[in-house]
């Protein structure tokens, strides 16, 4: 009993620094297997896909398999946490042995995601106690990575938010040293107006359609984030030259794009955007190539917006 709760603290440890929700799992099964060593472990998975629970991992003998599991054994793991789901219960291919299984929950929207079951001669209370509070921290780590996985995004225009941008920027100037890496900032032109002349509203509606349009024109090197309020960033890599061309193109297809709006009924309208594009000078710190980039599209600005204005410094080398 004491090994396993020392275990079952090792994984809490380990479990909060999962990089995603199968790597999650395939921890919560290690440890599973050491806590119940003389046990076949499984985990079913419900995946919004085929609303079917897959097998994702287990110890049996055909693995990545999908069942329709029953609704009473789904309520009777959630009403017993965990449960003792007989053999005759479950589908054939998992053989003749019961099941002790505990649910495993998402935090928002609360629902249940998975479930985790052992296969054990005798379901002594230990074991119930051990599974079920295993099973509870394997739902306390996804819930963390449900929370990560928010604060990367803007809510709004669902591309990278602002802190993770740069935290993904400063791991490319470190593995791409000797590629071109260029930044581009993008700011809504005569954003405010949209607000006061239309609605706050129809302001979110063209900052939500505004992020896709990026995504879409977004290369797969490329990373698109938020600056703030209606202002934007794109990283760009390659050939300098070639990617003034695209920050140009990029331009264009934002002026001849329309953008759905509901004022009060559904119409559309354009705008324009003004960018400035730098790009990292050698040993340059982040900061600088940020300020360096939020010149040039102060220039752009300042020139009469809808307009691209690349850096002096890589102009003035070419």
Not at 25 to 36: D, H, K, P, V, Y
Not at 174 to 200: E, P, R, W
Not at 236 to 244: A, F, M, S, V, Y
Not at 255 to 263: D, E, L, Y
Request: some cysteine; hydrophobic content about 45%.
């Amino acid at each position: 009993m004491w090994l396993q709760l020392s275990t079952l603290r090792t994984f809490l440890q380990q479990g909060i620094q999962a990089t995603d929700w199968q790597h999650l799992i395939e921890l919560g099964m290690e440890f599973a297997q050491r806590m119940f060593p003389e046990s076949q472990v499984l985990c079913f998975w419900h995946s919004m896909i085929s609303s079917q629970w897959e097998l994702l991992s287990n110890t049996l003998s055909k693995p990545n398999t999908s069942f329709c599991l029953d609704m009473h054994i789904l309520n009777q793991v959630v009403a017993n946490n965990p449960a003792i789901i007989q053999y005759e219960q479950l589908p054939k291919e998992l053989g003749q042995s019961n099941l002790l299984a505990a649910p495993i929950f998402t935090i928002k929207p609360k629902k249940l995601q998975g479930i985790l079951g052992i296969t054990l001669p005798i379901a002594n209370l230990n074991n119930r106690f051990l599974l079920g509070m295993l099973a509870s921290e394997i739902s306390l780590a996804l819930a963390h990575l449900q929370f990560q996985e928010q604060a990367k995004y803007d809510p709004l225009s669902r591309v990278l938010s602002r802190r993770y941008f740069f935290r993904y920027l400063a791991k490319k100037m470190q593995d791409c040293a000797q590629h071109k890496l260029g930044l581009l900032m993008l700011d809504i032109d005569y954003f405010k107006s949209v607000n006061d002349t239309l609605s706050h509203l129809a302001g979110d509606m063209v900052l939500e359609q505004f992020g896709t349009l990026l995504q879409k024109m977004a290369h797969a090197d490329d990373l698109v984030g938020k600056y703030g309020g209606e202002e934007f960033m794109m990283l760009l890599e390659g050939d300098p030259q070639k990617n003034i061309e695209r920050a140009e193109f990029i331009r264009e297809q934002i002026a001849i794009t329309p953008f759905a709006i509901q004022h009060p009924k559904e119409q559309k309208i354009y705008i324009s955007a003004s960018l400035g594009l730098s790009f990292h000078g050698p040993e340059e710190a982040l900061a600088q190539w940020i300020e360096r980039t939020d010149q040039a599209l102060y220039r752009a600005k300042s020139k009469g917006r809808n307009c691209v204005v690349a850096d002096s410094l890589y102009l003035a080398s070419q």
